[in-house]
């Protein structure tokens, strides 16, 4: 990708207009809901999201750059055929109306979840992608399971960084809550032995450099699109995507962040349902009415 990508691709101008990086917080229409983006990078194609929601997956490979949408954010007009459609590429003069308008469509299905976990990626620059997504054995199937995690994030470790990857849950969330075992704890430990495998660790670190390298890059064109007063990148994910050297581990331990701010009877500690979780799947940060949501670092 280059600025003539940008150039020659009004739409994918617009995207990067409305990205903002983590570390910054999402900007709100008049009625409060989410209306810029947050970006991933995955192998062979970049991911757009509003507040979780997947507004815009933008193929980029030597054969083709063009984005894809998912029925429901388009007009009416152009959702017959599969659930994932290639649009017909806006005017330049139009593209930014277009996009307000897919944002827009997504915000009915922004989930309390979801919110809560871009709140957590304003407050701390080093997260490099959400929705992550891991593929799981399933016993007695043919195919895994694709399943994601919500948040990969970089922490200062040792002389470098260490990748860790955090699940977000609500404190009313059912799956989060059991003195015995919570069912949580079923995906958890499918976590732990997809990481503990030498082959997917290494995999990891490598996709994450990648990614911060594109992810340094792309800031450079979003700057290149508009956005002049683009916020920077994150130390770690800058000393990631360089080619200084500097260490990167992985942490095979999925943490947990549970958002209890609306838990007003404070339950879900006073029942004893973080030290069960925390006891099963070790680290449990929980964060409550008025506490920082700075993400732990071990």
């Not at 997504?133 to 970089?154: F, N, T, W």
């Amino acid at each position: 990708m280059t600025e003539e990508t940008v150039d020659n691709n009004a739409w994918f101008r617009e995207l990067l207009r409305l990205w903002r990086p983590a570390g910054t917080p999402s900007e709100k229409d008049g009625e409060g809901r989410v209306s810029s983006l947050r970006l991933a990078v995955r192998d062979g194609y970049l991911s757009f999201y509003g507040a979780g929601q997947q507004i815009a997956k933008v193929k980029c490979t030597e054969r083709s750059f063009h984005e894809e949408v998912h029925r429901k954010y388009l007009e009416a007009d152009q959702t017959q055929g599969r659930d994932y459609l290639r649009p017909a590429p806006p005017a330049a003069d139009a593209a930014g109306a277009v996009l307000a308008n897919r944002v827009a469509a997504a915000a009915p299905w922004h989930g309390r979840e979801k919110l809560f976990v871009d709140e957590v990626i304003a407050a701390n620059p080093d997260i490099f992608d959400l929705e992550v997504a891991l593929s799981l054995p399933r016993p007695g199937a043919a195919r895994p399971i694709a399943v994601r995690l919500d948040l990969a994030a970089l922490e200062p470790h040792q002389d470098g960084w260490r990748i860790v990857l955090w699940e977000a849950k609500m404190a009313n969330d059912g799956r989060a809550k059991s003195l015995t075992e919570p069912t949580t704890m079923a995906q958890h430990r499918g976590y732990s032995e997809w990481l503990q495998d030498e082959a997917n660790a290494a995999a990891l670190i490598a996709g994450t450099k990648e990614a911060c390298r594109l992810l340094v890059r792309l800031r450079e064109l979003a700057i290149h699109a508009g956005q002049t007063n683009m916020p920077p990148l994150g130390k770690g994910i800058v000393a990631a995507g360089s080619d200084s050297g500097t260490p990167l581990t992985l942490d095979r331990s999925v943490r947990y962040v549970i958002d209890a701010r609306g838990d007003t009877r404070a339950t879900f500690i006073g029942n004893g349902h973080d030290a069960k979780l925390r006891g099963l799947a070790g680290h449990v940060q929980v964060i409550g009415q008025g506490d920082l949501l700075t993400l732990d670092t071990l």
